[in-house]
Each structure stands twice: as structure tokens, then as C-alpha cells.
């Protein structure tokens, strides 16, 4: 396959082994097992010719050191791709590479747009690799609330302002 691969894995984890690589010009992945649902990434995901990645796990996604998840351009005058981490209710930990490069120096890098779970006045992102050729990175911090058993809408609000108030400058 070498324009689009989507693979949603409803049990277990998907494993990208060491020395493995997954390549398409469009890379989707997705583990929603309730259990474990983790995606693990110790060799290399590519969304080739400036494409995409979007991986979504429901517990922890992994990008292992040695890892390498990336969307770079091959042709001078492209820019990169985008790519997207997603985890439902775990950590993004990213101890390895992601690239979102343009073709060529001075070409724009690619959008990285990180979405996990508040944590307090943190959000669950771990980002200790390399992050190259980003022209943007987007970090969505979610917090998810049951209006049935839910607090007060006042609660809610007063929760989101006193975690923007931690977080801007």
C-alpha cells in the first residue's frame, strides 16, 4: 500500500517493531481496546512524500527511543506533513524522532498536533526526542465530564479557567 493505510486494532496493541517500517503517503492507526489499546513505536512510521500520520491510541502512545515517526517531503519547494498524537486516556511519550521537514532547506515543516489528557495544570505529553522541522505544534489539553453526574456547570467553568490561568503567560 503506498497512498493510504488505516488500521484501527479494537484489541490489544499495535507494535511497530525495531528495525520495521510502515510506510504510505497517508498513515492512519488506531488501538481503542478498553485494556490496553497502546500503540508502540520502536522502528519507523513514514507518511511519505510530505503526507501525514495520525496515530490514535486509546491508553498510552509510545514513540520508543530509536523510534522514528515522520512526514517529510521529499521534493525541494514541498513542505512537510502533518502529524497528529492522540491518547484517549494515557501518555504521549515521544523519546524518540519525529520529523515533519520540507523538501529542502528554507522549505516549511509540517503541523504536529499533540491531544492528551489534563493532568492537574499539566497535560499528559512527554516530549524528552527530537521533534525536527515543525513549523507549528499544537497542544490540546482535554479534560472530559459526565453532565448526568456531572458538577455544576460553575465547576466545570471554574476548573478550565484556573487551568488556562496556569498555562498562558
Known sequence: FSESLDIRVRTGNIDIASGRTLQARHVKLSADDQSSGQINVAGAIEGSEGGSVELYAMNDLNIQSGGRVSAVALSAGSAGG?????????????????????????????????????????????LNGAIAGAAAVYAEAVKTYNFKNSPSRSTWTSEATTYYNANTA
Open 82 to 126: 502533518d502529524i497528529l498524537l492522540s491518547s484517549a486516556r494515557g501518555w504521549i511519550n515521544a523519546d524518540g524522532a519525529v520529523d515533519l521537514s520540507g523538501g529542502a532547506a528554507g522549505d516549511t515543516g509540517g503541523a504536529l498536533y499533540l491531544r492528551a489528557l489534563r493532568n492537574g495544570n499539566d497535560v499528559k505529553i512527554n
